[in-house]
């Protein structure tokens, strides 16, 4: 049976991998990995015994990737939106940086082991620097996956007709956002369902589940779960670069 395939996209650190859980859990289905990576044993790769005609992925890749990174067939895509600058602060704790002068190496290859090590010698200031130029203009150099800005990342797939879920509203409103994937999936579910859902799929289980697995890096790409940080993080001129780039730029967020 050909399954029927649904990818949880998103830019990085804005909540994908969690709602990838969730949607998963919601329809009893397996949540297979990385789109276009389905060789590779991900992490957070989960219910396999699950029987469905639905498997779930997570993506990264721009909109324009999205149909040629996998030979598999795409059912339904779900977008998971978050405040860009709330993603500034939770990228300084998860991506390894590089002091100024290196990060602005093009093609530069550093083993797993220096980059950590300069990773600590790297400020919060310069890391906030270089995460604000992913999300503002874009930063090839710091990650891949952070080679567009967050606007044009998520403008393409706006453009379609999927399904928008706010990180932001996922926290605040878990119940009404679950039963609104439901129907854009078209699959029924009883309410005692989309709760037990909701708190397997926790940020406080799963973290500590993932502690007493010892999984430090699922630890790590799960962090907090919670918004508006950057209130109390960002400084007024890093806040400004926000409203001269994005202010009217789209419908979710007031800059």
């Known amino acids: 049976m050909t399954k029927k395939n649904i990818i949880i ?30 060789n590779i ?18 993506s990264h890749h721009t909109f324009q990737e999205l149909e040629s990174a996998s030979k598999l067939n795409i059912h339904k895509i779900i977008y998971i939106v978050r405040d860009p600058r709330d ?17 602005k190496k093009e093609g530069l290859t550093l083993n797993p082991v220096l980059k950590k090590t300069y990773n600590r010698l790297v400020s919060k200031k310069e890391k906030k620097r270089q995460m604000i ?30 399904l928008f879920i706010k990180f932001e509203d ?15 999936l078209e699959v029924s579910s009883n309410e005692d369902h989309i709760k037990n859902s909701i708190e397997k799929q926790s940020f406080q289980e799963r973290k500590f589940n993932s502690s007493n697995k010892n999984e430090k890096e699922l630890t790590k790409l799960l962090r907090k779960g919670v918004y508006g940080n950057w209130e109390k993080e960002l400084t007024k001129t890093e806040i400004s670069l926000f409203k001269e780039k994005l202010n009217d730029a789209n419908n979710y967020y007031t800059f």
């Open 170 to 184: 996922l926290i605040d409103s878990p119940e009404s956002e679950c039963k609104n994937i439901l129907t854009y």
């Open 133 to 162: 130029q992913a999300l503002l203009h874009g930063n090839n150099n710091l990650n891949p996956w952070l080679k567009l800005s967050w606007n044009n990342h998520y403008l393409p797939y706006h453009k379609e007709n999927l």
């Open 9 to 38: 996209v998103g830019y990085p650190k804005s909540g994908t991998t969690w709602l990838s859980r969730v949607v998963a859990e919601l329809v009893e289905c397996p949540l297979q990995g990385d789109w276009g990576f389905e």
């Open 87 to 103: 993603i500034v602060i939770s990228g300084i704790h998860y991506f390894r940086f590089l002091p100024k002068l290196l990060a």
């Open 41 to 58: 044993n991900a992490l957070y790769k989960e219910g396999q015994n699950r029987t469905s005609e639905f498997q779930v992925f997570k």
